[in-house]
Structure formats: C-alpha cells, structure tokens
Antibody, heavy 123, light 112 residues
C-alpha cells in the first residue's frame, strides 16, 4: 500500500527539540520530493519545508528557517524534520506530503499525505 | 513572500447547485514553461488534505469531473459544477512557484 506514516510528535517545552519521522512505503521513495506541512489546531495549512530527490534545495518557511532541518534517508525510506528552539507557536499537527512528480525539480503538487503527528510546545 | 488570498472564506452551498472559489496571488504564478504553479486541496472534516487540481487546471487522479480549475497570471478559480454532500470541507489554494510556498486562508464549504 502506498502510504506515509508520521511519528515523533509529543509535548515539549519552549526552547526544546524534537525530531519527526515520516516512514514511506509502496513507492520508490528516493525518486520523489517530500515536504512537511503543518496545521495549527483549528487553523489553516502552512508549508514548512521541502527536500527534493536531486540537488535542488532544501527550502524552508521563513518562520522555521535556522531552527528546523529537513533530511531524508533513502535507504530507510524515511523523511525527517529536526526541530530545535521550539516556540509555542510551533504547536501544530505536522504532515508529511509527497510530490506527485517523480524526479521533480521545481515546485510540487502533494498527491500523498500522511495522517499527521501532533507537536505541542508548552511549559 | 507570495500572498494567496481566497474568497469567499465561507461558502454555504445547496446540493446540486454550482459553487466557485477564487484565489488571487500577489505575484504571477506563471513559470517560463507556460505552467502555472498553483494547486487546489480539499480537507474534509477529520482528514488529511487531498489534492484536487494541480498546475491550475489538471484534475488529480480519482477526482470527479465536477471539479475544475481555471485562471492565469494571478487570478484563479476552482469550480464545482454540481455540489454533492461529500464535497463539504475546507478548500485551499497553494502556490509552489517560489519558496516559501504559501497557502490561501482556506474556504469553508458547508451545506445550507
């Protein structure tokens, strides 16, 4: 089955760190760009970061640049998001999403999403 | 950053009737190849978002043909020819022509 499965969410104090994982199955992971998108409870969607299959990027939202790092391990079919210096306004459900274009090198259209993992930043 | 502005933000609809959502970008979404880098997503209650339309006017796999996307430059529209009860949820446009990629605020569609 083609799917993405996020994990690693939880409760963390302001200033703390957390690493999210997104395990992929059912497709050739290394051929696709992957993104993290987050959604504040009851609010809209915010794109966070993208890592391409090739040399382009990665790219980040201004709100997380310098604090979050996206990476991928193609041997483990897993996408990561290392989050440091967490703030209360980072509280959100974090989704990983796949670009529909194999070997895409510009933009992205997310045709596959995970179910999301909740990150709560609170003291 | 490119700002995506949707309207309306709330759209009560009658089943069987058409519906339309507008998305306006602060910069052109036309790339040199002739492709507009704007997509439309639907997030049904309690679910992850799903892709409806990619690159302005192409229906994603499995999306009913009552959904269509159009527009160019900075003005884009998502249309539902005949709304069905299963179409309720929040609709988002998103641009990926220039990082940071940005979503519209979302349009909540519900049944009158």
């Amino acid at each position: 089955e083609v799917q993405l499965l996020e994990s690693g969410g939880g409760l963390v104090q302001p200033g703390g760190s957390l690493r999210l994982s997104c395990a992929a199955s059912g497709f050739t992971f290394g051929n696709y760009a992957l993104s993290w998108v987050r959604q504040t409870p009851g609010k809209g969607l915010e794109w966070v970061s993208v890592v391409y299959s090739g040399d382009l990027g990665p790219f980040y939202a201004d709100s997380v640049k310098g604090r979050f790092t996206i990476s991928r391990d193609n041997s483990k079919n897993t996408l990561y998001l290392q989050m440091t210096s967490l703030r209360v306004d980072d509280t959100a459900v974090y989704y990983c999403a796949r670009d529909r274009w194999p070997n895409g090198n510009y933009g992205a259209s997310f045709d596959l999403w995970g179910q999301g993992t909740l990150v709560t930043v609170s003291s | 950053d490119i700002v995506m502005t949707q309207s309306p933000l709330s759209l009560p609809v009658t089943p069987g009737e058409p519906a339309s959502i507008s998305c306006r970008s602060s910069q052109s979404l036309l790339f040199g190849t002739g492709v507009h880098y704007i997509d439309w997503y639907l997030q049904k209650p309690g679910q992850s978002p799903q892709l409806l339309i990619y690159t302005a006017s192409n229906r994603a796999s499995g999306v009913p043909d009552r959904f269509s996307g159009s527009g160019s430059g900075t003005d884009f529209t998502l249309k539902i020819s005949r709304v069905e009860a299963e179409d309720v949820g929040v609709y988002y446009c998103m641009q990926t022509i220039q990082p940071p990629w940005t979503f519209g605020q979302g349009t909540k569609v519900d049944i009158k």
